[in-house]
């Protein structure tokens, strides 16, 4: 059974980073693309990124000036840096894989991150 | 202002069967696979329908895909109490380089 689990700060205050971590069971890293993606309270969906099996990346390009992702093959974790946060990076996010780029088939339970002073 | 445009509601009754659109261009649902997620109330979303037309294995063959042209459609069958939910396309588009999505529907089951 694949599992994915979000762990971090649920509280970042203005201009600093948000950075999340997600730890998957049941599945290699590896072996799949890992990817991020948020809902603001009360809003949609928004893709963020993701990095494929070859550790390859792929940003919004409304994010990519702030967004980095990356592997830890060793702890089958992968992570999230979100730089210069605002109110409106205000969301939950997400962690998901699936065998392509564009969708996902194993979803994170989801953690709130507020950006706060 | 979402890239691709879904009704905000839509309702049924038990054993209605419901059609939810997704409107988009030729730069997204006109070139590429759409997919569709349920989320249910409080959790994360879920993945209904990939490659257009695809089941995830357990998904119920009430949930159906379908596109065409630069529109795509989720039909739920035999609608329950536990589809209600709210229900999310995406696609890839070329032009922005990014996978987007719909601004989601909520289908309420009266």
């Known amino acids: 059974q694949v599992q994915l689990q979000e762990s971090g700060p649920g509280l970042v205050k203005p201009s600093e980073t948000l950075s999340l971590t997600c730890t998957v069971s049941g599945a290699s890293v590896s072996s799949n693309y890992c990817s991020w993606i948020r809902q603001p309270p009360g809003e949609g969906l928004e893709w963020i990124g993701y990095?494929?099996?070859?550790?390859?990346?792929d940003y919004n390009p409304s994010l990519k000036s702030r967004v980095t992702i990356s592997v830890d093959t060793s702890k089958n974790q992968f992570s999230l840096k979100l730089s210069s946060v605002t109110a409106a990076d205000t969301a939950v996010y997400y962690c998901a894989r699936g065998p392509a780029s564009t969708y996902f088939d194993y979803w994170g339970q989801g953690t709130l991150v507020a950006v706060s002073s | 202002q979402s890239v691709l445009t879904q009704p905000p509601s839509t309702s049924g009754t038990p054993g209605q069967r419901v059609t939810i659109s997704c409107s988009g261009s030729?730069?997204?649902?006109?070139?590429?696979?759409v997919y569709w997620y349920q989320q249910l109330p409080g959790t994360a979303p879920k993945l209904l329908i990939y490659r257009t037309n695809q089941r995830p294995s357990g998904v119920p063959d009430r949930f159906s895909g379908s596109k065409s042209g630069t529109s795509a459609s989720l039909a739920i069958s035999g609608l329950r109490s536990e589809d209600e939910a709210d229900y999310y396309c995406?696609?890839?588009?070329?032009?922005?380089?990014?996978?987007?999505f719909g601004g989601g529907t909520k289908v309420t089951v009266l």
């Open positions: 030729s730069s997204n649902i006109g070139s590429n696979y």
């Open positions: 990095i494929s099996y070859s550790g390859t990346t």
């Open positions: 995406a696609a890839w588009d070329d032009s922005l380089s990014a996978l987007v």
